[in-house]
Structure formats: structure tokens, C-alpha cells
């Protein structure tokens, strides 16, 4: 994530369309994201080890739907990108709609499946792990389809612009399945 100076850099460029686009991707990810951030690290570092238990939970919780929000506006604005770039007719062309609907099925379900994970995690119950596991198996899945698309419509150079660091975090979803509901 780029931050916030580029992408209020990009909003006010003059350039207009892909670049204010892109602009307030930047820039939305980073407001998503760094505070809470931000907040969770300066509670993580106060924390005692001598006091009963860990009291951040909240802002965990916050922390996680940020991300997985900034990734949601990620994944979406880059669509709207491609649309300023070539024209909305883009879109019933070849693989571009199944691409944009499953992008938008997939982040919109991480979307949800975060927030419940966030209440869960909140509340302290067993299943956050499960929806917490399945936002990420998600987001995931989203990325590997979003390169083996990128693979058969020749942009695979341009795949790399994503978070395909995302996609071994499918394996993170099997690993909180094996911990069988255990809470943290």
C-alpha cells in the first residue's frame, strides 16, 4: 500500500481518470488502514505480560476488517481503473466479466465474512477463527483467480501489480481449521 502523499499526489495531478482513480485507491487504503494500525501496534507495545490477559481485542478486531477493507477498495477501483482506461465496453468483452464478477463476489464475501469475524473476535468466541479463516481463504482464492485470469488474457506483467502475496494465505485458513475452535 502506497499510502497517503501519493495518492492525494495522484488525486490532484491534473490528469485525471486512471490517475485520480488510482489516487483515491492510495489514499483510501491508507486511511483504512495505518491508523488502526497505528493504534493496534502503540497497544500491542504497552502491553504487559504480567496483566491478565491481552485487552486489545478490539482494535485486532478493527485492524483486520481495515485490511481486508483496504483490499476490498483494492480490488474494486482497479476495475473502475481499467474502465477509465478502455471504456466501460471493456466489460462484455472475453474474460473481463467473469474476472469483474468474480472479483466482486469474491471481495465482497471476504467483506462480510471479516466483519463477522471482527464482531466474533470482539466478543471473544470460538467462532471468529472459523470467519476470520474464511475472509482470508477468500481474499486468497480472489488473487489466484486474478492472476490465472491475467495468465489467459495476456496481462500477466500487470498481475503482478496485486497483491498476489495474498494467495498462500489460503493456506492460513487450513491451519486455523486445524485448530478446532480453539480461542486465542
Do not use: C
Amino acid at each position: 500500500m502506497v499510502g497517503a502523499p501519493s495518492g492525494i499526489y495522484m488525486m490532484g495531478s491534473g490528469y485525471g481518470g486512471q490517475y485520480q482513480i488510482i489516487g483515491v485507491s492510495f489514499f483510501l487504503q491508507f486511511l483504512l488502514t495505518t491508523p488502526l494500525l497505528a493504534i493496534l501496534a502503540m497497544k500491542v507495545y504497552s502491553y504487559e505480560k504480567g496483566t491478565n490477559a491481552f485487552q486489545s481485542w478490539k482494535w485486532l478486531s478493527l485492524a483486520f476488517l481495515g485490511y481486508v477493507a483496504a483490499l476490498f477498495v483494492n480490488s474494486v477501483l482497479k476495475w473502475f481503473e481499467m474502465a477509465s482506461v478502455e471504456g466501460i465496453a471493456v466489460f462484455p468483452n472475453g474474460i473481463i466479466t467473469p474476472g469483474t464478477l468474480l472479483a466482486s463476489i469474491f471481495m465482497s464475501l471476504a467483506l462480510v465474512f471479516a466483519v463477522f469475524g471482527a464482531f466474533s473476535l470482539v466478543k471473544r468466541k470460538v467462532t471468529s477463527i472459523r470467519w476470520i479463516g474464511l475472509a482470508l481463504a477468500v481474499v486468497g482464492l480472489h488473487y489466484l483467480v486474478f492472476v490465472v485470469f491475467s495468465y489467459f488474457s495476456n496481462i500477466l506483467d500487470f498481475a503482478m501489480l496485486a497483491e498476489v502475496w495474498a494467495i498462500p494465505i489460503l493456506g492460513i485458513r487450513v491451519s486455523m481449521r486445524r485448530m478446532k475452535g480453539t480461542f486465542p
